[in-house]
């Protein structure tokens, strides 16, 4: 990913210079030259006091555009200074899902006052329902619906007259009085229609949807799955309640993607970034690093319980970590492998015996291939063939642990209901750790005396 | 992400049984009930040999819908045993997109075969040129363009008398005779419009487009910044040559994500699977195990230095492994945050000092609370204050190491053109399970008159 276009600095400087002069005419003829996508990124960039500025010389309507754009953190951080009469103007201009998600944030007396001063507060009030990560949490309610008895010239007719600015413009969706939804119907097949054709007549009635309280990843796992860009949503009566767009989907992917990376690399919190304050950090990081220390000393203590062989051949000290970050590594490839497959619905339950096999199969090549080279570098190295011979052999063992261990963990995992992520670097490399230093100090030990001959 | 439903593993089983029998009609019913996303997961899950005999039953069109489910590399199997003149038939009959990249992937020779024996290769033709990466690559040839001066009546007589089967099928885009982009115009628009009014009074005229030889990420990234479901694609010299649909960008997303987690893990090879063949797995796992033998040794060479220390403490060798691991694991998560945040863009120059300053701070949190924990633990573990002191004060800075190393490789690698997910565990851990050896082992021969007082 990355590297796409930044906001071009020279408009950003020329905006700062701009607020700075108080020349607020030059401030909101750049600002408005520019997309609200782009808007958003600039105004993410000024400084707090200057966003304050920028805000009070904005219109509403533009300022909710701003919002709209931002991400929940960053909408946050600007809306929290504001007066609440003139936050809930803005509130009522925003995309109703955005609009709830900010809601959703702020403290519950601060939500009761907002919403007793909005004008249009029925649009944001069922969505406060759901929680964010739900199907009802990504859904708009800003939709259009036909009934079935319509006309297409009427319907057309009608559609005109609302002026259909809505947040799903290509698809309309039918339902009878009940609101139940009867079927959908993209806008190309609305228009192509014979005039007379009832709506009925011309919908699609096999229309695939979800209900509001479903994970908003299996949404996303629908949408993508039918190429869909509008999901109807229906609450636990089969009424149509909201719809989501393929723009919320690609949120959900890129949440899943960060939720993902941060778990593979042990770090707890998803909204953790390298900026996030001090103790956002410790809380975020240290609890896997905690367990990291535990999984270290049992390591140390297994390592312990060969404490007179360093004595007799030091030189075992110099390799017992080869063995063990080896096997850390290749665990962590499969693990990587197992997730993402996962992920991508690719690992079907009777594919499982098959990759198990492959896979030890492929820690035996590997291990055979570093064994040979870790082993015959060292035996010259050290000029002493039973050091080599007992590392080459750790090395294989512990690459079969590693395939084996990084292969199961994740799936394992996710057979029990949990994030397979979850099988991160703490948890498999602390397995493949102490295995490794099991394996090789208890081949050392059985080559001692051969060992020692060369020592 | 995962936990998307699987496809009926009763239909499966009855589908696979019917096959079994040879009972066709049964077989052809069950296929037809499915969504075509859904036939394609089906047909991939069948036995290489079921899928031929699937293929012999079904339409034309109907394998067409289903490789264009499919992804590249099962197309490519399926496609590979079938006649070329069948296979011409298939392709004509696909997305162009997904028709050029089955023929990208063919032989030269089968390509110009293939594309003799097809009746409408002029869909594709045009996508061949440019490679599988590009946003040319992604994009399709099958859209709708409109003059500037039809009117917008005239407009929705053409546009129902095409039929308007499209893989574009809300946008219309205006050229001018020399084929260059004018303006962009929403199905809505055009409907809502005023009848006599001409097409160039109503387009939107200020459309964001992509050059057809930019990568495929920056053109998500235009359409996710823009929140574009349709975004065109022009040749040199500015002429309107394709247009990439929401779902193309889904995809670009998911192999950018499976490309990051994979570097991150040390895997080289992105097309990577759990059951991949042996020989691609070790040439896509190998190298990065192979760079990490030699730095294993590296680690191996500094401790060897540090050789006598184990005869007179053999103590030192159960805990050298904890500073390093600890390092590690520290490191790992500072890569996850940058990388994912220079996904994201969310990351300007003007942060780095800033973040990496926080980042200090924080590997000096994680390395008091953490140093304390293991050196009083193991001060008294072994009745040894100095270790636990040596130790402590190891950890310590070894985590003030990792949090530098952590943050700074990968934007180093970012500001030098490299993917910052090349600061993978491998490259990142070599460096703080090096300088953690040397910091502890070096504390340890400062103090080792203290340290061997308790032994």
Redo the contacts between chains.
Sequence with gaps: ??????TDPAVLHALEESLEKGDYSIVLELIRSL?P??QAKVFY?LKPEKQEELLQELEIPEIADIFDELDDQQTLTAARNLPLPFLADIIDDMDPDEAADLLGDLSGQEVRKTISLMEEPEEVLPLLRYPDETAGGRMTTDFLVLGPDDTTDSA?QY??ST??ETDI??YLFVVNNKKELLGVM???EL??ADPYKTINEIMNAQVVSVQAMQ?Q??AA??M????L?ALPVLNKQGHLVGVIS??D??DV??D???E???R????SDTA????SK?FL??KG??P???L??VT??I???V??NF?????KV?????????V???G???A?????????????????PK?IL??LL??I??GA??GV??GL??GV??SFWQSNPYLGLVLGLALLGNMLVASIVG?LAPLIL?FSGQD?ALAS??LV?AIT?IIG?LIFLSLASLFLPLIQQYV
Tied chains: 1, 2.
């Design positions: 990913m990355s590297k796409f276009e930044q997309h996508a782009d960039e057309i559609l005109r002026g259909w413009p290509y993209g806008l190309r228009v192509c994970d990843e299996e796992g629908v993508k799955h039918y190429d860009s393929h723009d989907i690609l992917l890129v899943e993607t960060t993902d990376i941060y593979l690399a042990s770090v953790l970034e390298p900026e001090l950090q410790l990081r240290l896997w690093l905690l990291n220390t270290a000393l390591g140390s203590w390592i312990s404490g007179d062989l360093f004595v030091a030189v075992l000290a110099f390799f017992q970590s080869v063990a970050a080896q850390g590594n290749a962590s490839q499969n693990v990587a492998m197992i997730v993402r497959s996962l992920a991508l619905g690719k690992l079907q594919k098959p990759i492959r896979q199969a492929v090549f590997l291939v570093i080279i870790v570098g060292v292969t996710e397979p670097s703490v490399t750790d230093f």
